[in-house]
Structures are given as structure tokens and as C-alpha cells.
């Protein structure tokens, strides 16, 4: 929520030496009235516990001006494990996270292989007192990653007493659950004792979800929903395709699944309906710790010292064959193919011929599943000074952070020794049979191997900042000054497998990054009350980047507060995003996912998701990139007409020019014949004379890869209102009625991804739904709450993109939208102990799927996605 405005007789009252002037993210300079010239965004403790949220994610997650970018279930991403969020719709890489004000290092693996961000799964829930998010550019405040906004999270400080917490949830259908506990606790009064310590251990533990638990996804033939067969079409024998005459593949004889024709390819298969699982089975552990030492007056040294292990165990699919493996067959001996489907009386190929080319589609399934284990260590180490010299308030201080990664990929297969196992299974030479039922471990274990990738990110900082709250005097009020200097150091280094760099693991990429960069930055503010009832925010920023130059970046904010209802703010500032360490010295080999090809499925007669391939991506690191440049701008206003009434409305606006991304490879493949050298960037299989004599107008290889480089190419140009409204209905000692409304609004969001082409709208798209909303009403009474909250998504069109080309069938489709209820009751019991039981999803609402030629799957998030959820929170304060 905006924080509200201070009004009336409790402001006024209040003994002048009793207020307490805090610092609140979005300025340098600490101040009493807590309402500035722009809107934060403040979520207590006591909101925290309310959520039912396990994780820092969960909490986040449920804010409509918040986008989940990463969730820690992506079996695809470059960066599994991780969590992420960016505000305002745009990447995690520019919205910058802090603990306590300051930065933290990055995720050693890059999302996409460029952006770079911090794991959220780091920040232990149960240590965190508040969450303050500045929804606003301030980039002239904290520099790079600020475009967006900013999330800052406090933990407690001073706290003495011992505090335990435990949390228990569940899917209604018994999958999923979830286990934590943490215990705080704090010895010394600063104020008496001169010191305090503040120590935290946390656990946390979550079950897999499973496909086979819910309606939704037990049957994962989901061309129920207009989407594709998700059904294992490679197991149990597997399937053949006789390269040669183009004919339709069919299953392998001795199917222990469904012998169907598939509705995608028209191809017949063996279908199974095997179990899937939808996210991974995590353990994270954490300790931190807090010292502060009183010298004497204000003056203060301080210690921060954090470590986080995590273990995240993503579960694939089967292991299996190079699935562009062309088997030769000429004087084979296997007994296998005599059982295959001959010439027909007419002479017409119906399958397979002596001396053909097949394409066999089997999984290794004697191996268990393939596995990937990331071991996440992340170490934040901080020590300092603050108090005051002279009049200025002053701190300084050193910070070390380095967060280590270890992806370990087990039952990978080898490349190079499959396909020659495979080969001499197709002759009869020995190796792995495919026509067999069961092949022995003496010839599957060789094909098997465990691949390794390491990264590690690392960020040093010594900053100082000075602040005055009362540097002088203008029109009968203080004018606050604030200055500061900071240096900073940091690297990346992230190492893939030499099998994976050299493509010898069957359908697994390959990422390596290594680069580094100092940062040397000097900014200043001032608050400057124009007259009594306005104030102005004036900011200016210096950095010097050790690899690409200089930036300056000022801003300026003013708050007008005609009478004590009222208040209107403004500001505007300009912003910019270094390139990202990985888009600067980054090799990447990876899959593009969702790749319509409509040169071969137009022919074909594919379409929507039939029409869906993932060919290799390949994407290289630029070091002549420059850097993003924006500007922001807000408008807004604050209303308090009456006592538990209030209401604010913020417009805001981003405009971004010289934005980096790897090139569409969507686009890419859509103007293969149109632009000059495109066709270079696509890689294709020879091209099937027997196919293209099948089917007319063919004239092209299967695709197999799209190279897209890292470019200065894009705009973006971002409107919208976020809206605010609260009330509190006091009901005559019976306690109390409230009220809650958020929304986020987005008026405009229009990009260009491709060179000198101007923004297009990507909004009512499926990735840029045009509202997010939110509504809570609660029932108050002493010390117990009862909470229900409507969270709801607008309807979009059923596309990802609306610049990109669709099939004529779903072009204006919709999906609708989309609202879950959640319900919370929380009760103090005792002086010591506090519950809370809840449940999310009460009305076990369905999701919705989404079936567009790029975007095949549920829209809905992984909680949200699996229905109804209980929980119950336990917290204990020891006397």
C-alpha cells in the first residue's frame, strides 16, 4: 500500500522529540513526515504473516503491480533453481533488489543467458520485518537496475527475546507440500547495553507437484484444451519414421501403451500417460547474523554476516536419443525390422524398405530419469560505521557478496556414444536394440554420464553517504542535503561442461560467461520546501563504468500538499541499464522454444501448437554494446476525505530506447528469405526429396538452429495507473470492517525487438494482461482477523505477442479471466502465541490454457495451477 498520509490530532498532539525520523527507500534523507513527493510501497510484518506466503515469491507473487519472471519450477530455464520478479512488466534485470539498503550479488546463472538478477529463494521470509518497493525510475538515487523500481527488504533491528516460527502447507490433493521453521533471536538493548545481536536460523523444505494429482494435468493429451499431445510418444517401444520415403511414422510392434494416429503430425505412436513432475523438491537452509555496537553518542559499528544453502532437484523426462539421429539400415541383421510394415500389393510404400534411413524415437527408459541437482551458496558479509560529524548523519561501510552454483545433470546422455550404440542395435552388431523390450545395463550405463556446471557471481562495495535533514533553513522549513560515493566491483564467471560446449549431450545446452567491471559513482540530493506546503526532490547521479564510459542521470520530484486531505506528486528522471555482464562476454548454445516455422507447416498442414519446434540457439556476447537509456515520469495524487478513508492514484510512464536483447528468433526465421543474411542466421536438415514430392510446395530442411545476436535494437515505451483504495468501518465495539483495492492498470505498453521498426502494442497479450487486481475485506476483532482476498487477471487474446504472425483459426480467440479467492484467519491466542490457518485457491478454480503456435500451457502460476491449498503458520515468542 501507499503509505498514508499523517493527519490530524495525532500528528499534531505528539511531543515533537518523540518522532522518529526514518530513512524510507526512494532517498538518502532520513525524515519524520513519511509520505514523500513519490509512492512507496510498505508491507509489514504483521502483513506478511497474513499472506500465508512461505516464500519471499508467494509474497510478491500475490501484488498486481509484480510479475513472476522466474518461479524456481522452469525445467527449460538457463537459470533453474531461482526465483525473480520485475516490476512494471519488464525484465527481473531492472528492477534492483537490496537487503537493508544495500546490493546483493546476482544468481550465477543468467535467465535466457543474459539476464541478470538476484535469487529471491536467498531472503529468508521468516527474517525479513518489512518490504518497502518504489515503484518508480531512481536510477539518479541508486543507479544501475533501478529503472523500474526498487524492492528493499528490512530485517529486524535491536530486537531482544527469542522468537520461533513453524509453517506447514498443503495441496488438497497431497502433493506439494511445504515445511519451515526458523527461530530469531536477540540479546542486548543498544540503548542500555550498548550492543545488541540479532541471530536468525531458518529451514525450508517443498515437495514436487506431480501431473497425475490434478484434473487439470493427469491426462497430458491437452488437445482437450486446443493445445498439443503431451502424452510420451517414446517409451514402451517408441516410434519409427522412414526418412527416406517421407511416409508417416508409425509405433514400434509390441506397443505396452495406445496405439493411436497422432492429431498433431498425423504420424501413428504409441501413446503413454506418463507422470510429469510440474516443480522441483526443495531444501534451503540459512543463518544470519546482526551486530551493532554503541561507541558512545550516535556513533555505532555495525556487522552483517549471511549464508544460504539451497538444493533444488528438477526432474526431465526420460533420457533419450539425438532426435536428429538418421539410423542406415542397409544389411542390417536385425530381426526387429522384419516386423516392420512392408511394400503393399501395389508397389506403394507403406513403411519400411530394406536400405532405408529411419529416425527412431525411443527413450532410454532402463535408465532412470535425467536430474539436474543446483547447489546454490550464497555469503553476504558486511561491516561498517554510522553516527554523525557535526550535523551530518554519515555511515560507512565494506559489503562482500558472492553467491557459488553447481548444476549437476545426472543420466545426461552422450551424444557420440548413443547414436554409435544406436546405430549398431539397427545393424545387429550388438549395441542398444530399439526394437527390444528391455536392453541390459552393460549397454545402457556407457551411453550415460553426469554433466557439471559451475558460476560464480561475486560484488564488492564500499560505499559513504552523508546526510543532513537540516542543513539549513528556506521559507520557515529544513532543507535536507545527502551525498554520497561508492565503488564497486563485480564478475561473473560461469563455466558449462566441456561435453556440453562441444554438443555432445542429447538436448542440452550449453552457457559460459566470464566478465568483470569496476563502477565508480558520486550523487547528491536535496529536499527543499518551496514554500509550506510543497517540497522538492532534486537528485543527480555520476557513474563511470570501467567498460563502456560515463552516465549522469539526474531526477527532480515534487509534493504539493494544499490542504491536510490532499496531496499531489510528480516527478520525472531519467534512467539507464548497463549492459548486463553475461550480454557483454557470454557464449551461449541453448533451444528455442516455441519457434513456428510456417514455411514447412503451412505445406504440411500443421497448425497452432503442431506447429511449435525448439531448435538449437545459439547467442554470442557483444562488448560493443551501449547502454539502455529512459526516462520516467509520474503523476499522482493522495486523498484522505475522511478518518479510515483513503485513496491514491499514480500515473507513470517509461520510456526505454537502445534496449539489448538477442534478436528475435522468431522473427529471424519469419524473414529468412526477406532480409538480407537472415537466412544465414537459420540452420536446416537437407532438404527430403520424398517428403517435398508428398506434399507440394515443401521446400525447405526442418529447422535445427537460429542464431541471434546480443543488439542495441529495441524501444519500449510503458503507461499506466496504479491504484490505491482503503477503508475501515468501525462497527460500534464490535470491531472493525476493511477494505483494500489495488490495481494496476497498464494504458499503454508497446515495444520493437527488431531493427528500425517503431513500438508495437504487446499489451492484452498473454504475457501483458491489461489489469492485474486485487481486493481483500477483512473482519477485525481484538486480537483475530478473518481475511478473504479476490485476486484476479484481466482476459486477454490467446497470444503471446500480437506482432506475431497467427494462425487464422485462434487470431482473435480470448482467454478469459481469471480470479481465485483466498481466505486467512488470524488470531492472537495468548501473549505468547500467534496462529494463522488459511487456505488459497478456496474455490479450487480451474486454470486456463493457453494454445496460441508459441504458447502451449497453462497461464496460471504453479500455486494457483494445482487448486486448493491449505496452510498454518505457528508463531511463538519465548519470555
Known amino acids: 500500500?501507499?503509505?498514508?498520509?499523517?493527519?490530524?490530532?495525532?500528528?499534531?498532539?505528539?511531543?515533537?522529540?518523540?518522532?522518529?525520523?526514518?530513512?524510507?527507500?526512494?532517498?538518502?534523507?532520513?525524515?519524520?513526515?513519511?509520505?514523500?513527493?513519490?509512492?512507496?510501497?510498505?508491507?509489514?510484518?504483521?502483513?506478511?504473516?497474513?499472506?500465508?506466503?512461505?516464500?519471499?515469491?508467494?509474497?510478491?507473487?500475490?501484488?498486481?503491480?509484480?510479475?513472476?519472471?522466474?518461479?524456481?519450477?522452469?525445467?527449460?530455464?538457463?537459470?533453474?533453481?531461482?526465483?525473480?520478479?520485475?516490476?512494471?512488466?519488464?525484465?527481473?534485470?531492472?528492477?534492483?533488489?537490496?537487503?537493508?539498503?544495500?546490493r546483493l550479488a546476482n544468481y550465477g546463472f543468467a535467465d535466457g543467458a543474459e539476464n541478470s538478477f538476484v535469487d529471491l529463494n536467498n531472503l529468508p521470509l521468516a527474517a525479513i520485518e518489512s518490504v518497502e518497493i518504489l515503484r518508480d525510475g531512481a536510477s539518479a538515487i541508486y543507479g544501475s537496475d533501478a529503472v523500474a523500481g526498487v524492492i528493499n527488504f528490512k530485517t529486524k533491528r535491536n530486537y531482544q527475546g527469542i522468537e520461533a516460527t513453524a509453517n506447514v502447507g498443503g495441496n488438497q490433493k497431497g502433493d506439494g507440500s511445504t515445511a519451515s521453521a526458523s527461530v530469531t533471536a536477540g540479546w542486548g538493548d543498544l540503548d542500555k547495553d550498548g550492543q545488541n545481536l540479532l541471530l536468525t536460523a531458518d529451514i525450508f523444505h517443498r515437495e514436487p507437484l506431480l501431473s497425475d494429482k490434478h484434473d487439470a494435468t493427469a491426462n497430458r493429451d491437452f488437445s482437450r484444451f486446443g493445445g498439443s499431445d503431451n502424452r510420451s510418444t517414446d517409451r514402451y517401444l517408441g516410434s519409427i519414421t522412414d526418412y527416406s520415403t517421407g511416409e508417416p511414422g508409425y509405433a514400434i510392434p509390441g506397443c505396452?501403451?495406445?496405439?493411436?494416429?497422432?492429431?498433431?503430425?498425423?504420424?501413428?505412436?504409441?501413446?503413454?500417460?506418463?507422470?510429469?513432475?510440474?516443480?522441483?523438491?526443495?531444501?534451503?537452509?540459512?543463518?544470519?547474523?546482526?551486530?551493532?555496537?554503541?561507541?558512545?553518542?550516535?556513533?555505532?559499528?555495525?556487522?552483517?554476516?549471511?549464508?544460504?544453502?539451497?538444493?533444488t532437484n528438477v526432474q526431465y523426462a526420460l533420457p533419450g536419443f539425438d532426435p536428429n539421429f538418421l539410423g542406415k539400415t542397409a544389411g542390417s541383421t536385425n530381426p526387429g525390422l522384419a516386423n516392420l510394415p512392408g511394400p503393399s500389393a501395389d508397389g506403394s510404400l507403406q513403411g519400411f524398405t530394406p536400405g532405408d534411413i529411419l529416425r527412431v524415437g525411443r527413450s532410454i527408459y532402463e535408465a532412470p530419469p535425467t536430474i539436474n541437482k543446483i547447489t546454490s551458496d550464497s555469503i553476504r558479509l558486511v561491516g561498517g560505521w554510522r553516527g554523525t560529524i557535526g550535523q551530518w548523519d554519515s555511515e560507512a561501510a565494506l559489503s562482500l557478496n558472492q553467491n557459488r552454483l553447481k548444476d549437476a545433470s545426472s543420466n545426461s546422455v552422450l551424444k557420440d556414444v548413443s547414436s554409435a550404440s544406436l546405430q549398431s542395435g539397427l545393424l545387429g552388431n550388438g549395441g542398444y536394440d530399439p526394437f527390444a523390450y528391455w536392453n541390459p545395463a552393460s549397454v545402457v550405463n556407457p551411453m550415460l554420464t553426469t554433466t557439471e556446471r559451475v558460476a560464480v557471481s561475486r560484488l564488492e562495495t564500499l560505499d559513504w553517504k552523508m546526510a543532513a535533514p537540516e542543513l539549513f533553513s528556506l521559507n520557515g522549513a529544513p532543507v535536507g542535503f545527502a551525498w554520497g560515493a561508492q565503488a564497486s566491483h563485480e564478475s561473473i564467471d560461469d563455466r558449462p561442461d566441456p561435453r556440453n560446449v562441444a554438443n555432445n549431450i542429447v538436448n542440452a545446452g550449453a552457457t559460459a560467461s566470464n566478465a568483470s567491471r569496476s563502477i565508480y559513482s558520486l550523487y547528491g540530493e536535496f529536499n527543499i520546501p518551496l514554500m509550506k506546503q510543497v517540497e522538492m526532490q532534486l537528485a543527480l547521479r555520476g557513474d563511470h563504468y570501467s567498460d563502456f564510459g560515463n552516465s549522469v542521470n539526474p531526477k527532480i520530484a515534487v509534493a504539493w500538499r494544499p490542504t491536510k486531505e490532499i496531496l499531489l506528486r510528480g516527478s520525472a528522471t531519467t534512467s539507464f541499464k548497463a549492459p548486463t555482464l553475461p550480454e557483454i562476454g557470454s557464449t551461449t548454445a541453448g533451444y528455442a522454444n516455441g519457434i513456428a516455422d510456417f514455411a514447412r507447416c503451412k505445406p504440411l498442414g500443421y497448425i497452432g501448437a503442431s506447429c511449435s519446434y525448439s531448435p538449437r540457439q545459439y547467442a554470442v556476447g557483444n562488448p560493443d554494446l551501449k547502454a539502455e537509456k529512459a526516462n520516467n515520469y509520474s503523476l499522482g495524487i493522495v486523498l484522505q476525505p475522511a478518518k479510515g478513508l483513503s485513496a491514491s492514484v499514480d500515473w507513470y510512464a517509461i520510456k526505454q530506447r537502445n534496449t539489448i536483447q538477442a534478436l528475435d528468433p522468431q522473427y529471424i526465421v519469419d524473414n529468412e528469405d526477406i532480409i538480407p543474411g537472415y537466412a544465414a542466421l537459420v540452420g536446416r536438415d537437407p532438404r527430403n526429396p520424398a517428403l517435398e514430392a508428398r506434399y507440394p510446395g515443401l521446400t525447405k530442411g526442418r529447422i535445427n538452429s537460429v542464431t541471434t545476436p546480443y543488439i542495441n535494437v529495441g524501444k519500449t515505451d510503458i503507461q499506466g495507473l496504479d491504484i490505491d483504495l482503503s477503508y475501515e468501518l468501525p462497527l460500534a465495539g464490535w470491531g472493525k470492517l476493511k477494505f483494500r483495492e489495488v490495481n494496476n492498470y497498464t494504458l499503454t505498453y508497446k515495444q520493437s525487438v527488431t531493427p528500425n521498426t517503431p513500438p508495437a502494442s504487446r499489451l492484452d497479450s498473454v504475457y501483458h494482461p491489461r489489469w492485474n487486481n486485487s481486493f481483500r475485506t477483512a473482519y477485525e476483532y481484538a486480537d483475530m482477523e478473518v481475511a478473504l482476498t479476490a485476486r484476479t487477471q484481466a482476459s486477454t487474446l490467446n497470444i503471446d505477442d500480437p506482432t506475431h504472425t497467427q494462425d487464422p483459426a485462434i487470431t482473435n480467440a480470448r482467454i478469459p479471466s481469471f480470479t481465485v479467492w483466498d481466505l486467512n484467519l488470524n488470531a492472537k491466542v495468548s501473549k505468547d502465541i500467534t496462529l494463522n490457518f488459511g487456505v488459497n485457491n478456496m474455490f479450487d478454480k480451474a486454470p486456463i490454457y493457453a494454445n496460441t503456435t508459441y504458447v502451449n500451457d497453462f497461464v496460471q502460476s504453479r500455486n494457483d495451477l494445482v487448486g486448493r491449498y491449505f496452510y498454518a503458520n505457528m508463531r511463538y515468542q519465548f519470555k
Open 256 to 311: 505396452r501403451g495406445s496405439v493411436e494416429v497422432s492429431k498433431d503430425t498425423h504420424d501413428t505412436r504409441c501413446f503413454t500417460n506418463n507422470r510429469v513432475q510440474l516443480s522441483p523438491r526443495t531444501v534451503r537452509a540459512g543463518l544470519s547474523a546482526i551486530y551493532t555496537k554503541r561507541l558512545g553518542g550516535q556513533d555505532e559499528l555495525f556487522a552483517e554476516a549471511g549464508f544460504n544453502h539451497s538444493e
Open 1 to 102: 500500500m501507499n503509505i498514508p498520509l499523517a493527519f490530524g490530532a495525532d500528528q499534531t498532539t505528539t511531543p515533537p522529540d518523540s518522532l522518529e525520523r526514518i530513512t524510507v527507500t526512494g532517498s538518502n534523507i532520513s525524515r519524520i513526515n513519511k509520505e514523500g513527493p513519490t509512492a512507496v510501497e510498505v508491507i509489514k510484518r504483521d502483513e506478511i504473516e497474513k499472506s500465508g506466503a512461505s516464500t519471499v515469491l508467494e509474497l510478491l507473487s500475490k501484488l498486481p503491480s509484480i510479475s513472476v519472471s522466474l518461479d524456481g519450477n522452469s525445467s527449460t530455464s538457463f537459470a533453474q533453481g531461482a526465483a525473480s520478479v520485475g516490476l512494471r512488466g519488464l525484465d527481473p534485470k531492472y528492477t534492483l533488489i537490496l537487503l537493508n539498503g544495500r
